[in-house]
């Protein structure tokens, strides 16, 4: 296919997503749904103008996946205003730490005793198909950095958390089938994936996010310097992130995500600089937009809004080419009889009852708690974890028999998911949920 015929295509595309935004508030469909129907009709079910094998083109669709959730785990970030000192941050922890274990464990239950997986390969698909999905959830997320709704927060914060949270599950299947090394007895993946790996994410993307915003806000409201060019703070500060998190091995997810956490709440910090400014910005009057980046009341507002609004539209352009990949790759969704059992069981039973157990005495209401339950949208990330075992040495077999579980839960997921978010959320409102204080 030529480049012209691609531009058409992408154009066409994008231009359908724009134009089809406002019908589709409308109808019990998501942007997702459409993306991945188009990505079939262009795939080898289709017109076989994208043809892609997951075991063949694995490393670029880890690297094309992860980009994505990078992308979107910062904008989660972003929107998660509440003070880390706030009760509502108990529902995301308990969600990413407690309920992702249980669904890891049921789901490895599940996959031994139905599929005859070895313990490895289980446990490797129940962390592939555990986290909850941030690119595609959209519709449940909070709606600004003061959302004080416990569902929209706890199902945000749960994505941030637990696509980071997974990837030691992911080391012990692997290395339980003999592709990652755990030590004697198992104690560098205790040591190692578990706790350095995690906490030395959240503090290295923590410290990343918190001195890169102190730092730009420091130079506009003391220097007027470091104006302009917001939108590109945030891939920078993904790219710091994620690198030196790597580097120092640990879990480049949790980091961007705590990155964007941390910037976020520079914008506190900003009548701090204020004190120690002792002139205002001369000269600007004629130019709105540089007064308000470099005023000390306003600096990190103004770079927190061009940020996100920046990250956002990267997020949804993320959401279509990961998706329209996604849509490519149904054919290999050849999954056995047996396996229908257990995507049915990760829906129904498996989602519903990790979520009541790790919720247990919580302070939520009858309505929030069911829609927590329900709303484990599987998508973009379990498709990375899945490439990224694929590359480390999945043998033939299994990985074929993962894939096709994966991607039937991913399309499962969101048609499931597209279907029923509006109905549901638009119930939710209609019975007056009580803002939560």
Known sequence: MTFATWAIILGALLIAMVLSGTLLKRLPLCTAMLYLAAGFTLGPGGWGVLTLNPLNHAAFLERATEVAVLVSLFSVGLKLGLPLSNRHWVLPLRLAFVSMTLTVTLISVTGVLLLDLPLGAAILLGAILAPTDPVLASAVQVESSGDRDRLRFGLTGEGGLNDGTAFPFVMLGLGLLGLHDLGMGGWQWLAVDVVWATAGGLLIGGACGA???????????????????????????????????????????????????????????????????TEHPQGQADNGTIAHAIHADHASAYM??????????????????????????????????????????????????????????????????????????????????????????????????????????????????????????????????????
């Open 211 to 277: 001195l890169i915003g102190a730092l730009v806000v420091y130079l506009r409201t003391r220097h007027q310097e470091a104006v302009g060019l917001d939108e590109f703070l945030a891939l920078r500060l993904i790219a710091l992130a994620y690198g030196i998190a790597v580097l120092a091995h640990t879990y480049g997810f949790l980091a961007v995500f705590a990155a964007g956490l941390a910037l976020q709440r520079v914008k506190e910090q900003s009548r701090v600089i204020h004190v120690f400014s």
């Open 304 to 437: 927190m809004q061009a940020v996100r609004g920046f990250n956002e539209q990267m997020e949804r352009i993320g959401e279509l080419a990961v998706v329209l990949l996604v849509g490519a790759l149904l054919p290999f969704a050849h999954i056995p009889t047996s396996a229908l059992g257990l995507l049915a069981a990760l829906f129904l039973l498996i989602r519903p009852t990790s979520v009541w157990l790790g919720l247990l005495g919580a302070p939520i209401l009858r309505d929030q708690r069911f829609m927590m339950a329900w709303f484990g949208i599987r998508g973009i990330g379990s498709i990375c974890y899945l490439m990224y075992a694929i590359n480390h040495g999945l043998s033939l077999p299994l990985a074929e028999q993962i894939v096709a579980i994966t991607l039937a839960a991913v399309t499962i997921s969101i048609l499931l998911h597209g279907i029923s978010v509006r109905p549901i959320m638009h119930l939710y409102w209609k019975r007056k949920v009580p803002q939560d204080p």
